[in-house]
């Protein structure tokens, strides 16, 4: 990809030209101009000529794909770049082999207080158990540790680091040899993230949001809260995002609101939305998300945190206030109380308003039939983690360890949720699951459960438009003219219009119907590599060497 050596300005006008643009303003285009952050026109090479001599720079695709740029609508920010710079457990695949992580990090970096890592799994290993307390305290050499699984709903720490929390052994959801759950989790994560320096958490953040830029991710929807990081962590993630040229941030506060003040304070902090992680139950991995029915592996039905009511006061509030709601729901039973409660404040407020305030559910995935035409009805946005599925599903996974087959089967159902008009916003919780835009509309694709697959289009626009309707724009996402100039430059092989079943995509996998292609994302293909991000049409990331 080559461009011209024009001098660098504010507002540039540049031609994009000799490759594939993605948009529906015109299915075969091959050339897109940028003016003023915005897209200009998209069209053919041979209109491009018209072009070439009033812009500020042109840039030679060079065969290159030009789409929008993914948003990834579930990111804890300041979590994701510790991962990114610290203790990473993922690739664990053994007990043993996660304890010899630990004790060669805690003996080679000596300059954090304390030891965050994360991403262990204990159901990818065959002990099938996290370390014990005696080995984590050994591993680490008598350092804090904190070491959250990889759904951070529950961690392992080092009797160091429960010496820093007063009180914490008497707290709900203390064990003496077991994850910490609840209120003694929440406890020791904040006592953890106390121990990182401000320089170190905008270390943190900018290596996060590099990342997502390297990745051609423009947009992220920061998912914080009280229960997961503090007010400083998150208007100092906002001021950064605001101030350098980056990805842009979009911030949740995952507060309780009762009133007209607490919605204010929402706003003061710079948050678009009492939303986010506003948890009504936990994971089904650490066995805390609320189901109807106990789990097949444990003798109990989860944990509620919010009822009916509470989920009610919450939308109502919101809704008055003009400030979108939502709140974290994965089990069956926490997904019948979001519903019930949603739905009694429409019985309070009309139906319109409700909907018109576009409240969103993350994660949704253990789904009923009810549910989702409740969803539709509501106007509830799908905010869900197509990854989930590709890491924890399956007959052998995690979903049906604790499920059983037959109602893990059920899990995350988004052909069901397309079909029923339910808005989707793809996401990747990280640092739950990795930033991986592409890999994430794959997931979707070829979900483990043939039945709950969409159509490559349908999952690209959930990780596109589809974050972007979900914090209130339908003018973005999407390269036509008028939209904000937010894209990614790929290097990728034939496009292609793939559909989980011909029979009711037949129409658009046909060359005639102009249904733009993407890249071919069947399991073993090579996913595209980004050469280029842009976002409101300043460049922040171009690859090395290219």
């Known amino acids: 990809m080559t461009e011209s050596t024009a001098p660098q300005s504010e507002h540039r006008t540049v031609l994009l030209r000799g490759g594939d643009v993605h948009s529906p303003a015109d299915p075969f285009a091959t050339a897109m101009v940028v003016e003023r952050g915005h897209v200009a026109w998209v069209g053919s090479e041979g209109a491009a000529d018209a072009f070439s001599s009033g812009v500020d720079e042109v840039i030679d695709l060079e065969g290159a794909l030009v789409t929008p740029a993914?948003?990834?609508?579930?990111?804890?920010?300041?979590?994701?770049?510790?991962?990114?710079?610290?203790?990473?457990?993922?690739?664990?695949?053994?007990?043993?082999?996660?304890?010899?992580?630990?004790?060669?990090?805690?003996?080679?970096?000596?300059?954090?207080?304390?030891?965050?890592?994360?991403?262990?799994?204990?159901?990818?290993?065959?002990?099938?158990?996290?370390?014990?307390?005696?080995?984590?305290?050994?591993?680490?050499?008598?350092?804090?540790?904190?070491?959250?699984?990889?759904?951070?709903?529950?961690?392992?720490?080092?009797?160091?680091?429960?010496?820093?929390?007063?009180g914490v052994r008497d707290l709900a959801g203390y064990h003496p040899d077991a994850p910490l759950t609840g209120a003694a989790h929440h406890a020791v994560r904040a006592a953890a993230h106390a121990a990182v320096t401000p320089a170190q958490r905008a270390e943190a953040q900018r290596?996060?949001?590099?990342?997502?830029?390297?990745?051609?991710?423009?947009?992220?929807?920061?998912?914080?809260?009280?229960?997961?990081s503090d007010e400083d962590d998150f208007t100092g993630l906002l001021a950064l995002a605001a101030e350098r040229t980056g990805p842009r941030v979009f911030g949740y506060w995952a507060d309780l609101i009762e009133d007209g003040k607490g919605a204010r304070r929402v706003r003061e902090l710079g948050a678009v939305g009492a939303a986010g992680d506003l948890f009504v139950d936990g994971s089904l991995g650490s066995h805390t998300a609320c189901l109807h029915e106990p789990y097949a592996d444990a003798p109990h039905?989860?944990?509620?945190?919010?009822?009916?009511?509470?989920?009610?006061?919450?939308?109502?509030?919101?809704?008055?206030?003009?400030?979108?709601?939502?709140?974290?729901?994965?089990?069956?039973?926490?997904?019948?109380?979001?519903?019930?409660?949603?739905r009694a404040a429409a019985e309070t407020l009309g139906l319109a308003r409700v909907r018109a305030a576009r409240h969103r559910v993350e994660h949704a995935e253990m789904l009923t039939p009810e549910t989702i035409a409740a969803f539709a009805e509501l106007g509830l946005t799908a905010s869900v983690q197509p990854a989930f599925d590709a890491a924890w599903g399956g007959g052998e996974g995690m979903y049906a360890?604790?499920?059983?087959?037959?109602r893990a089967a059920t899990l995350n159902p988004y052909a069901a949720l397309l079909r029923a008009g339910v808005p989707l916003a793809f996401g990747s919780d990280c640092p739950v699951t990795p930033l991986d835009p592409w890999g994430t509309v794959r997931a979707a694709a070829f979900h483990r459960t043939p039945a709950h697959r969409v159509s490559v289009r349908a999952g690209f626009t959930a990780h596109t438009r589809g974050g972007w309707r979900a914090v209130g724009r339908d003018d973005a996402g999407v390269l036509v003219p008028g939209a904000p100039a937010d894209y990614a430059v790929w290097r990728t092989g034939d496009l292609v219009v793939q559909a989980p079943d011909d029979r009711v995509a037949r129409w658009s996998t046909?060359?005639?119907?102009?249904?733009?292609?993407?890249?071919?994302l069947t399991p073993g293909e090579a996913l595209p590599v980004c050469?280029?991000?842009?976002?409101?049409?300043?460049?922040?990331?171009?690859?090395p060497n290219e």
């Not at 590099?210 to 991710?217: D, N, T």
């Not at 009916?308 to 709601?325: D, F, N, R, S």
């Not at 046909?510 to 071919?520: A, E, K």
């Not at 280029?532 to 922040?540: A, D, F, I, K, S």
Request: some cysteine; proline content about 5%.
């Open 401 to 406: 360890q604790r499920l059983g087959a037959e």
């Open 510 to 520: 046909d060359p005639r119907s102009g249904t733009p292609g993407l890249p071919d």
């Open 207 to 228: 290596a996060a949001l590099a990342h997502a830029a390297s990745l051609g991710i423009g947009t992220v929807h920061e998912c914080a809260g009280p229960e997961i």
């Open 301 to 342: 039905t989860g944990t509620a945190h919010l009822g009916a009511g509470q989920i009610a006061a919450h939308v109502t509030a919101c809704t008055e206030a003009g400030l979108q709601a939502g709140f974290h729901a994965i089990g069956d039973a926490a997904l019948t109380a979001v519903v019930t409660g949603v």
């Open 70 to 166: 993914f948003t990834d609508a579930h990111v804890h920010t300041t979590a994701t770049g510790l991962a990114l710079t610290g203790l990473d457990l993922s690739g664990a695949s053994t007990l043993a082999d996660a304890l010899s992580l630990v004790r060669a990090y805690a003996n080679g970096d000596t300059s954090r207080r304390v030891v965050l890592g994360h991403g262990w799994d204990a159901t990818r290993w065959p002990e099938q158990r996290p370390p014990s307390r005696a080995e984590l305290d050994e591993a680490a050499g008598g350092r804090p540790v904190y070491l959250p699984r990889i759904d951070v709903h529950s961690a392992v720490v080092t009797t160091a680091l429960l010496d820093l929390v007063p």
């Open 531 to 543: 050469l280029r991000t842009v976002v409101g049409g300043r460049t922040v990331h171009v690859r």
